[in-house]
């Protein structure tokens, strides 16, 4: 089943301590572009964030974002004990000045400006890599998930279109042969009211009309119009992108559908053309989707 290039996935991973948060995010592209952002102490793990992507995903414009822990979880208290003791010296000095009753308590020091403060916590790089890891490998999984429910979607449109094209080649296929009997009847009728009664040549008027039939002939186009319909079903019902061999396949249905419109002489096939011209557009829309 193909899937579609859009989606979002969201993940955690947790190890040793380290709690890493992570976002992926992605659209349409040509090719596989990811986009690693990471906060600067996790940066030694980006490459790996960004070979871990290309590992599941094989296009898209992609953006990948991570923070480690959540709140303040990436921070850790540091106590000052020299700036402690210089602030319970003054208060003790304050009380004994003043007189007052009772003793200096320790959350009155540590309530003091500068006593504690927060730092942020010493990366573990090992287990923040586990950590990242499994944050990716649970993105990944939701994205891909997306991914696929998205791409049902575009098989269900596409799969549509391709009922109207392969109806348009079975109705070519029935009126092309129609179009040299009605230009066979037409030439005789013409060349027997101009020659006004005078013997035609019978071996003339087949040549012309073979002629004639060879120029409108879309037995080629019409063939390969179907063997481009079956390989898009073929690689829509695969396991593998194929996004890329689609739109090739797309371009090439509509130059063999323009061919037969261009050859044909028959006003409903002319017609029809333009009808199913437009129903590959919006299919080449729909595969621009596609992975």
């Known amino acids: 089943m193909i899937r579609s290039m859009t989606g979002f996935g969201a993940g955690r991973g947790a190890s040793g301590g380290?709690?890493?948060?992570?976002?992926?995010?992605?659209?349409?592209?040509?090719f596989c572009e990811v986009k690693a952002r990471v906060p600067r102490e996790l940066m030694p793990l980006e490459m790996e964030v960004v070979r871990g992507v290309k590992e599941r995903l094989a296009r898209g414009g992609i953006e990948v974002s991570a923070?480690?822990?959540?709140?303040?979880?990436?921070?850790s208290p540091k106590v000052d004990p020299a700036l402690a003791e210089e602030y319970l010296r003054a208060f003790r000095a304050v009380q004994a000045r003043l007189g007052l009753p009772g003793e200096v308590k320790l959350e009155d020091v540590l309530r003091a400006d500068g006593v504690v403060t927060l730092e942020e916590r010493t990366l573990d790089l090992e287990a923040a890599r586990a950590a990242v890891a499994a944050a990716l490998s649970a993105a990944l999984d939701s994205l891909t998930r997306m991914r696929?429910?998205?791409g049902e979607a575009l098989a269900r449109d596409i799969g549509g279109r391709l009922v109207t094209v392969e109806a348009f080649a079975a109705r070519v296929e029935q009126l092309a042969p129609r179009s040299v009997d009605y230009y066979r009847d037409r030439l005789t009728e013409r060349v027997a009211e101009l020659t006004r009664g005078f013997n035609l040549d019978p071996a003339r008027l087949a040549q012309e009309v073979a002629l004639?039939?060879?120029?409108?002939?879309?037995?080629e186009e019409v063939t390969r119009l179907?063997?481009?319909?079956?390989?898009?079903r073929g690689l829509m019902a695969g396991d593998e992108p194929a996004g890329r061999k689609m739109e090739f396949l797309v371009q090439e249905m509509h130059r063999e559908v323009n061919t037969i419109g261009s050859k044909s002489q028959n006003a409903e096939i002319a017609a029809t053309v333009v009808v199913v011209k437009a129903e590959i557009e919006r299919m080449r829309e729909q595969v621009a989707n596609v992975e």
């Open 226 to 232: 179907r063997s481009h319909l079956a390989q898009m």
């Open 212 to 219: 004639f039939a060879d120029r409108i002939d879309v037995a």
């Open 148 to 150: 696929e429910r998205e």
């Open 67 to 75: 923070r480690r822990g959540a709140g303040r979880a990436s921070l």
């Open 18 to 30: 380290e709690e890493i948060d992570l976002e992926i995010r992605s659209v349409n592209h040509k």
